[in-house]
């Protein structure tokens, strides 16, 4: 029988669709009593998981050859880590009138999150950019993110974020930093297993982030904060994060030229620069937000999608630019930056994911 695929016309992520199903579960059956600590034990389990899987993954040798390229990684860096949550600090000005407190709350805490890496690495080789660099730009924004996304929490939302205090960031260390670790010092004896079972594994994280939003969204229900989103806050949200993405993706593509890089290294900024990771997001929001992560989570999950419905568009078009030829000089070799091929050999081999 043919293997059944998602049609490739439909810009609607499958896994997306996913993560909106169990939205839908946990306003229909939220856990409750019991069952909510089983599924909040269960979702602490999931993340140091999912975080442990992330340390096995990550080639140090891998990045380490990436280092040649500072200056770009320094410039996705500033763009998810500094340019970013200025913005987000700027947004304040649209509370009350068109977001309320919980979701600019929120999207403060979308602006602090870490790139992708897989979805940098695929729009890169589709617009035919700098696949090596957007492979090191999302690992080491990953990599900083597990540490910087708490400290700038910690320190931006304060007293308005869920009670921020000395105990979240301890939570943090021991649920995602410590188990990371683990998995980096263990990386030697099971990276081969890890490697092997790539696939199988991706399920098991992707259905940890699942537990974590039914988890998160369920407590949101039992809280009753649902009440609190009206239609026409969605809409103004959804307009904030337009305006935001538009921002982003105009000053990676034409700050990266005033900076003096090359069209490639420019594809890699712009995609890897200006996205932001559901996966690490989701479990730090769930440890540091607690019972009020459902609507912290909102933003991050509306505006990972509409990343990559934009992305998908400007890559492709990107594609198609006539700077994007291939030519080779005398004596060159195949190009990593122009073979999808080799740049989707180059992801599974440093253990990449979905963002």
């Not at 260390?173 to 099971?190: D, E, K, N, T």
């Not at 890699?268 to 200006?274: I, K, P, T, Y």
């Amino acid at each position: 029988m043919k293997r059944l695929k998602w049609p490739s016309w439909l810009p609607i992520d499958p896994y997306i669709l996913l993560l909106l199903g169990t939205v839908g579960l946990a306003a229909l059956l939220p856990a409750r009593g019991a069952g909510a600590e089983v599924a909040s034990g269960a979702s602490t389990a999931a993340i140091a998981f999912l975080f442990f899987l992330y340390g096995a993954r990550l080639s140090t040798r891998e990045a380490m050859d990436g280092v040649r390229h500072w200056r770009l990684h320094l410039t996705v860096l500033a763009c998810t880590f500094v340019l970013f949550p200025l913005l987000g600090l700027a947004a304040r000005g649209l509370e009350p009138v068109f977001l309320s407190h919980d979701l600019y709350t929120g999207l403060l805490f979308l602006t602090l999150v870490p790139s992708t890496v897989q979805s940098s690495i695929a729009f890169t080789s589709m617009a035919r950019g700098n696949v090596p660099a957007a492979i090191c730009a999302g690992s080491f924004s990953s990599l900083v993110g597990i540490v910087l996304t708490p400290l700038l929490a910690a320190a931006l939302l304060g007293g308005t974020g869920g009670g921020f205090s000395a105990d979240s960031l301890l939570r943090i260390v021991l649920q995602l930093l410590v188990p990371f670790l683990a998995g980096q010092l263990l990386r030697r004896w099971i990276g081969g297993f890890v490697a092997r079972h790539k696939k199988v594994l991706g399920y098991v994280d992707r259905g940890s982030i699942l537990l974590v939003v039914y988890t998160a969204f369920s407590e949101g229900m039992v809280q009753g904060i649902w009440h609190q989103v009206s239609p026409l806050r969605l809409g103004g949200l959804l307009a904030v994060e337009a305006v935001l993405l538009a921002v982003m993706l105009s000053v990676t593509w034409y700050g990266a030229k005033a900076l003096g890089f090359g069209r490639e290294d420019r594809i890699a900024v712009q995609f890897a620069g200006s996205k932001k990771s559901l996966a690490s997001g989701l479990p730090m929001a769930s440890v540091l937000f607690g019972a009020h992560a459902s609507l912290a989570v909102l933003p991050l999950m509306l505006f990972h999608q509409m990343q990559l419905m934009v992305c998908a568009v400007i890559a492709k078009r990107r594609s198609r630019d006539p700077e994007a030829e291939p030519q080779p000089g005398p004596g060159s070799g195949p190009s990593l930056t122009r073979d999808p091929a080799a740049a989707s050999r180059i992801s599974v081999g440093t253990g990449t994911r979905s963002g």
